[in-house]
């Protein structure tokens, strides 16, 4: 039995800690830089765009839902979805 609750606790941490470092962020595209590979929200925030992300299909001043982690004091994209 305690080792199947260990099996158990384990696996609840290790979930946990997988989902504490994804953070979602929502707003309209301020600013983008192709060549950096970065947008920016229009609260100042910039995000590095993953390689799967192409800058030139994002548009200033649309509304978008970004997936990120903060890396190395950086936010990085996983995903950009228009709203």
Known sequence: MNKLLAAVTAAALMLSVGAAYAAEANGTIKAIDAAKKTVTLEDGVVFALPASVDAAKLKVGEAVKITFETKDKKNM???????
């Open 77 to 83: 994209a996983s995903s950009v979805v228009a709203k």
